[in-house]
Nanobody, 115 residues
Framework: QVQLVESGGGLVQPGGSLRLSCAAS????????MGWYRQAPGNQREWVAG???????FYANSVKGRFTISRDNAKNTVYLQMNSLKPEDTAVYYC?????????WGQGTQVTVSS
């Protein structure tokens, strides 16, 4: 059974940075494309970024140029470096398989961007 554990969220001022981590288990991590998703209060969950098994990266227009997704296959971990954060980035962030998030969702990690 796939288990995903997100961490690294917190409260940050506009313009600040955070680095999220997602540790995966119960799967052959290196062959799977992984993605980050987020859900803001009152909104549906949306896709943020994806990385395939070859390391190619893809981003939603709203975060392109500010967020960077990466992976460490040796650690079964995917990361999301978030720079130039805006209040509208406030959400619970989740990782999952990508482009189809077939695994059970983890608990997510809260990111709050506020002054």
């Amino acid at each position: 059974q796939v288990q995903l554990v997100e961490s690294g969220g917190g409260l940050v001022q506009p313009g600040g940075s955070l680095r999220l981590s997602c540790a995966a288990s119960g799967m052959v991590f290196g062959v799977n494309a992984m993605g980050w998703y987020r859900q803001a209060p009152g909104n549906q969950r949306e896709w943020v970024a994806g990385i395939n098994s070859g390391g190619s990266t893809f981003y939603a227009n709203s975060v392109k140029g500010r967020f960077t997704i990466s992976r460490d296959n040796a650690k079964n971990t995917v990361y999301l470096q978030m720079n130039s954060l805006k209040p509208e980035d406030t959400a619970v962030y989740y990782c999952n398989l990508w482009p189809v998030p077939e695994a059970s969702w983890g608990q997510g990690t809260q990111v709050t961007v506020s002054s």
